[in-house]
Structure formats: C-alpha cells, structure tokens
C-alpha cells in the first residue's frame, strides 16, 4: 500500500513523513481554496531535499498547458497531480515537455459519471486520484475537504481502471483500514487526517501509517 502524505509545508514536515514511511509527499501550490498552500520556492526546496528519498507531487490547479510546464520546472517535482480538469490535448504536451515526470488526473467523486471522467483520462495519466473536491462550486473546492465520499463507486473505478488509483477524502486511522478493504487502491493519500491545529500530528500520523499498513 503506497501512502502519500500531502499539505506538507515544511522541510520538517517532510522529514516526518519521510521517517513514518511514505511512499510519496504532496506538495500544493496555489489554489481556490483548502489548506496546505506553500510558495513555489518552498516546493522547489522541500522538493530537492526529497529527491531520492520520496517521490514528490505538485498539485496544481492550473489547466493551461505552458503555465503547468513552467510551473513544474520551477518546482521541479516528480510528479504533476492535475487538480482540476485540463483539455485533452494537454496531456500529450505534458508528455512531451516532462517525459520524466509522472502524470496524476484528479477525479473528484461526486457522482456516478466520475467513472467515466476516470476511464477517460486513465489512457493519458500514470494514475489516477479520487477525491471529494466539487470544482462545480462558485469557489472551486480542489481537495483538502476532509469529507469522505462514495467508497462503492471507487472501488468501481478501481477496479475498471487500466492505471493505479489513489484513494483521498476524509481518510485518518480510525478509517483507512476500512476504506482500503472496501476500495482496493493502489495507494492513500492524507491531509487533515494527520494534523491538528493545521500542523503534522507526529501521533496522527503514526496511527494512520499502522492502520493503512496492518501494522
């Protein structure tokens, strides 16, 4: 089970992280809305004391494909997580700008058509990430809700989809043994889960890693 950390906001953040085990850290630059919101340069920092040790995600809103290729070499992550929809095309220009960087398409669960949205985009991305964001509000909502969704219809999308799927959306260790039981990811991904008072929880953490693991 690959665990992925996110909101992380500082280099000691990142060591915590990186100490309990995670696979992978997210890394959020700006956006409409929720926590977690850092300084491209501090990405750019945590992100060049993290090479080699955890894989890092920047997770951006934006949907134009030269200012998301500008983005990332500025933060220089090893992972692009795609918050919010982006036209078709922009996925092959992705590819072809970053041929290192893994693509990761964020389908927010709101409804049954969020299988379609999945399959739709699972041939151009590495991976796929289920959230509980409404980007159909006035005031986008792109992640970091701490609400849980449909867990029924994402393990559908797992099971039909052709790339790995992330599971995100209200998990914390009293319920990510189940939601990894009923959905099947590929991988977990947390934010409020394992913070109190907006910072990293040593103890949340802890208890998430042991529940998501079995340990």
């Known amino acids: 089970m690959k665990?992925?950390?996110?909101?992380?906001?500082s280099l000691d953040e990142a060591r915590m992280a990186v100490n309990a085990g995670a696979a992978a850290i997210g890394l959020v630059s700006e956006m409409p809305s929720g926590?977690?919101?850092?300084?491209?340069?501090?990405?750019?920092?945590?992100?060049?004391?993290?090479?080699g040790q955890v894989e890092t995600f920047l997770l951006t809103a934006l949907q134009i494909a030269d200012r998301i290729i500008a983005q990332?070499?500025?933060?220089?992550?090893s992972a692009l997580q795609l918050c919010d929809t982006v036209p078709e095309d922009t996925y092959a220009r992705l590819r072809t700008a970053l041929p290192r960087i893994r693509l990761v398409q964020v389908i927010h669960v709101a409804g049954p058509d969020a299988l379609d949205?999945?399959?739709?985009v699972a041939s151009h991305v590495d991976a796929v990430l289920l959230d509980s964001g409404n980007p159909a509000l006035p005031t986008k909502q792109l992640g970091g809700t701490g609400q849980?969704?449909?867990w029924d219809l994402s393990a559908k999308i797992v099971k039909a989809s052709p790339v790995?799927?992330?599971?995100?959306?209200?998990?914390?260790?009293?319920?990510?043994?189940?939601?990894?039981?009923?959905?099947?990811?590929?991988?977990?991904d947390v934010c409020s889960g394992?913070?109190?008072?907006g910072r990293l929880d040593g103890d949340k953490l802890a208890n998430f890693m042991l529940a998501a693991t079995g340990g």
């Open 3 to 9: 665990i992925k950390i996110c909101c992380v906001s």
């Open 35 to 51: 926590p977690g919101i850092i300084s491209e340069d501090l990405i750019g920092e945590i992100s060049a004391w993290a090479t």
């Open 72 to 77: 990332q070499r500025r933060c220089n992550t």
């Open 117 to 120: 949205q999945a399959l739709a």
């Open 148 to 150: 849980t969704h449909n």
């Open 164 to 188: 790995p799927v992330y599971l995100a959306g209200g998990l914390h260790a009293g319920n990510v043994a189940a939601a990894i039981e009923s959905v099947r990811p590929y991988g977990v």
């Open 194 to 197: 394992v913070r109190s008072g």
